[in-house]
């Protein structure tokens, strides 16, 4: 099985960071492969990083020739999951869904701490929209930037002060809100007493269960193909590969690619 692992900002060292975290998670037989955008925002923080990065991951996968079998978008809770569904055939993860689904599963309640305070709109909207905010305690920012987090000790204070205001919101579990955070739960995990959930571990299980069951995403209604128009895609050439922090091709032995080369411009292959 193939998971392509998809950054939503342009920094290499955040997308070899996640890619490590995924492939701790993945099983056996699973291969990660991290692609991080040719253009967009270096890190996303607020709603304008947040809708340019949707069009750069979306571009993205849109030009991505390889093959895979489901998708993981590692960005707490930016744009771009509904757009992803559509464009492409094979199940699509977001990090934000994911943590929060798998949060529910351990508690009444959980919390989300995230970076920065003004990220706090844009995860609680994509949390609503996934139908998951009413077990939403709290969103707490820690005050660190996304480019902030490669300071460990630094992020893991800020972590466990931030989580401390979220538990007594109600929150019995706690969620990561960054996907540069990832590999944090092991840190505060027995301090805080309480579970945290790494989304990008999430995703990555979700993601595996969906291709193992042989599902994929509705085409009756809301995530239908994209209709066939002229569509003007805002860097023209060939698309990324895989990002080369992210190791090697691990070579063609997966499952079908993805139909009509995930151009929504081009007629869609019979289902």
Request: hydrophobic share 40%.
């Amino acid at each position: 099985m193939r998971i392509l692992v998809t950054n939503c900002n342009t920094t290499q060292e955040m997308t070899a960071e996640i890619v490590r975290g995924a492939r701790a998670a993945a099983g056996p037989g699973t291969t990660v492969t991290g692609l991080t955008p040719a253009w967009g925002p270096e890190s996303a923080e607020g709603w304008l990083d947040s809708y340019l990065s949707a069009a750069a991951v979306l571009d993205t996968l849109r030009t991505y020739e390889g093959r895979y079998d489901a998708v993981v978008m590692a960005g707490f809770g930016e744009h771009g999951r509904e757009g992803a569904r559509e464009l492409v055939d094979v199940p699509v993860v977001d990090i934000t869904e994911a943590a929060a689904h798998l949060a529910c599963l351990l508690g009444r309640r959980y919390g989300v701490v995230t970076t920065l305070e003004r990220s706090r709109g844009q995860i609680e909207d994509s949390l609503h929209t996934a139908g998951v905010a009413q077990n939403c305690a709290a969103v707490v920012g820690t005050g660190l930037g996304v480019l902030d987090l490669g300071d460990a000790q630094r992020t893991e204070e800020a972590f466990v002060t931030a989580a401390e205001r979220a538990r007594e919101a109600g929150a019995e579990v706690l969620v990561l809100g960054c996907a540069g955070m990832t590999g944090l739960q092991r840190a505060v995990g027995e301090k805080l007493g309480l579970p945290v959930v790494d989304g990008v571990a999430a995703a990555v299980k979700l993601a595996e269960s969906l291709v193992q069951l042989g599902l994929r995403t509705s085409r009756a209604g809301g995530f239908a193909r994209p209709l066939p128009k002229r569509r003007a895609w805002g860097r023209p050439g060939p698309g990324p590969g895989p990002d080369p922090d992210s190791g090697p091709d691990p070579g063609p032995d997966s499952g079908p690619a993805p139909d009509s080369g995930n151009d929504p411009d081009a007629a869609p292959a019979p289902m």
